[in-house]
């Protein structure tokens, strides 16, 4: 069993996107929006903003109260969508629940959407002819070619069917001619499918729902999960220390996929730059 190295592996992807923007004299900015108190969410933005600061991208944060309204969050996004400094556009989700997160999306440029969510960047992707990369399906594409394991061919199962994590994985994989099925809450036999899986990506969200009985020998797992379990230490979906015996290579969390979904909004970030460099 071969545990991959997500933190060397986004190390290493930060690296060279620092060295392309050095060497090209670019000045690229990522404005970064966070809403209300979310601890995660808060979490999440600052490793944001410190990939940032390795690769020479200048971050913006947009830190909003709690009651902000769904009019001056539009207002904002619409002004960063009009500042030639800033290049990409997140909104950290979830937005506290008053608030239309789908309309948020969409009010983002297609062209500074560097997280891929809104629908005209979710469609190229689908087609397979994308300008930004799903952030957490890419990095998981790039951990299981740092196996050298060729995705042609493989029975590869996703659990989850999330507009930013399942149903994007299942396109890549498909983009790379993997057989792929995708389970949810209401598959029938979940193990008997799982246990089909070369490669099995889980992005479920609940502590400890992959158990031994659901993974072939020899499988590739790769744990989406970030979860807190009773003693409220950080935990994938992965029962691990009963799965990772049967595996050829699996994702520990944390030090998995979560580092390289970030090293991903990079790569996206310097080619917002890129894509709006062109119509100048
Ligand atoms: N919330 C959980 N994952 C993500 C992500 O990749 N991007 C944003 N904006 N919010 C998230």
Not at 84 to 111: F, R
Request: charged fraction near 25%; hydrophobic fraction near 40%; include cysteine.
């Amino acid at each position: 069993m071969n545990i991959i190295d997500g933190k060397a592996v986004s190390a290493s992807v930060k690296e060279q996107i620092r060295a392309e923007i050095e060497r090209d004299g670019l000045e690229i900015g990522l404005a970064v929006i966070i809403v209300g108190n979310n601890q995660a969410s808060r979490v999440y933005v600052n490793n944001k903003k410190k990939a940032c600061e390795v690769c020479g991208i200048k971050s913006y944060e947009y830190a909003l109260p709690e009651e902000t309204t769904q009019e001056q969050l539009l207002e904002l996004i619409d002004t960063l969508n009009n500042d030639d400094k800033v290049n990409g556009i997140l909104c950290q989700l979830p937005l506290p629940s008053h608030l239309d997160e789908e309309q948020v999306i969409e009010a983002i440029s297609p062209l500074k959407d560097v997280d891929a969510f809104n629908a005209v960047n979710v469609g190229k992707i689908m087609i397979g002819n994308y300008a930004f990369l799903p952030c957490t399906p890419a990095g998981v594409m790039e951990l299981i070619h740092s196996t050298g394991t060729k995705v042609e061919g493989k029975e590869c199962v996703v659990i989850g069917r999330s507009n930013i994590v399942g149903k994007p994985m299942a396109m890549l994989l498909l983009h790379e001619n993997a057989t792929v099925t995708i389970c949810h809450s209401r598959t029938k036999d979940l193990a008997e499918v799982c246990r089909r899986a070369d490669i099995l990506v889980s992005a479920v969200g609940r502590a400890d729902f992959v158990t031994a009985d659901m993974v072939k020998d020899g499988a590739i797992v790769i744990d989406v999960g970030m979860n807190r379990n009773a003693e409220n230490k950080l935990c994938g979906d992965v029962k691990y220390d009963e799965v990772a015996p049967k595996c050829s290579y699996i994702t520990p969390v944390p030090g998995g996929v979560g580092p390289m979904t970030i090293a991903m909004l990079m790569k996206n970030t310097l080619m917002a730059k890129r894509i709006q460099s062109k119509d100048e």
